[in-house]
């Protein structure tokens, strides 16, 4: 449901129109994907019209031709957010039906037995109610009305919300970035510091059944919560990313965010740096180290990736699922992954962690033995 945004907190994991994302994405993504003047300079277009609309529905007044107009730019609109979370999900045919033909007579109608606009105050009110069950075109045409107008007001608002968020959430992600205390509850108070106007939201919430991402396929409780903001949707994702331990920062080479999700604190991200070095260019872990400041071990993602994939593989080994044989050629395999990672600026992360799979590392380890009959010590 795009309005109001309807989301499901459960699992470590934000459930939203079918989509899966681990929590805190959806904060990486506005860091990642805004960009600030740029982004606001493409939204005033759309933003007009879209107020335009809103002012029209407010006034009663010319609806036919302002409508459709506001519709395409809320599309519009769309499209400009599309790689920020969840904007990208949002279905277009659904937006498109809300303002069709039907609901602009439908809204008309409303309007007319109202004998005026609607106000600001219209959708804490209780309009739909009233109508039930007496008249069901009446009904019809109070829902019609109030989809149109939330709609209208959700996305006029984003011109001014989006860029707000953006600065607060960007300076708790360089907060944390650059603070030596990484307990939960100074990490809260630097949260609850920044958001003390915001923290106080209301939004609906109501548990419900959602089918988990693991393969049993059973049904768990979940938390959804109804947003009318975008605001209340970012902030909510990030107090829930908090309390698992996630949160968003911002690597100290590059500037650009990424997402921490373990006890290990990562420092820089798994990307190229601006920097280079013999006509190469640097990733930042590569750049931090030649400037005397590397990944402690903990911290580094390829380390801890690696780390987990070999106590796996001594695991299945101690439990005679694999032979010693090739539970050595396996980890000699990871070690090579692992340096690769280390000193190719092209293995991306992404591409290492496909590697170092299971299925993927067992598959390259049987090929390795058939054509190495004797695996170095």
Do not use: W
């Not at 990642?32 to 029209?56: D, H, V």
């Not at 030649?290 to 402690?296: A, D, I, L, V, W």
């Amino acid at each position: 449901m795009f309005y109001p945004l309807e989301a499901i907190f459960a699992d470590k994991n934000i459930y939203f129109a079918g989509k899966t994302d681990i929590l805190c994405s959806y904060c990486c993504s506005l860091l990642e994907f805004y960009k600030p003047g740029k982004t606001e300079q493409r939204l005033e277009a759309p933003y007009l019209s879209i107020l335009e609309g809103l002012n029209a529905v407010t006034r009663h007044q010319n609806l036919e031709e302002t409508l459709p107009k506001a519709c395409e730019a809320i599309l519009a609109t769309v499209d400009i957010l599309k790689g920020i979370k969840p904007f990208d999900y949002l279905d277009r045919d659904e937006i498109r039906d809300s303002f069709s033909a039907s609901n602009i007579l439908l809204t008309q109608r409303f309007l007319k037995d109202k004998g005026y606009g609607i106000d600001a105050n219209f959708l804490q009110t209780s309009t739909i109610p009233e109508y039930a069950p007496a008249n069901v075109q009446q009904l019809h045409a109070a829902e019609a009305a109030e989809r149109i107008y939330g709609l209208l007001t959700f996305y006029a608002t984003l011109f001014d919300e989006i860029p707000q968020i953006y600065e607060k959430i960007r300076r708790i992600a360089d907060m944390y970035s650059n603070c030596d205390n990484h307990d939960s509850d100074f990490l809260f108070s630097l949260a609850f510091l920044e958001f003390r106007l915001d923290a106080a939201l209301q939004p609906n919430v109501t548990y419900t059944p959602y089918i988990s991402t693991e393969s049993d396929g059973k049904f768990y409780s979940g938390k959804m919560i109804q947003f009318k903001t975008y605001t209340e949707l970012i902030i909510t994702e990030l107090f829930e990313s908090l309390m698992i331990g996630h949160y968003p920062r911002l690597c100290l080479v590059c500037k650009k965010p990424f997402l921490k999700t373990d006890k290990n604190i990562q420092k820089y991200c798994t990307g190229l740096s601006p920097h280079f070095h013999d006509e190469k260019q640097l990733s930042c872990k590569q750049y931090a180290k030649q400037n005397g400041s590397p990944e402690k071990a903990d911290g580094d993602p390829f380390k801890v990736i690696c780390k987990k994939r070999t106590e796996c593989i001594r695991t299945e080994k101690n439990r005679g699922t694999i032979t010693p044989e090739f539970a050595a050629a396996a980890t000699l395999l990871t070690q090579n992954h692992l340096t690769l990672a280390l000193t190719e600026t092209d293995y991306t992360l992404t591409q290492y962690k496909k590697d170092l799979e299971r299925k993927t590392l067992y598959k390259e380890t049987e090929e390795f033995l058939r054509n190495t009959p004797v695996v170095p010590a």
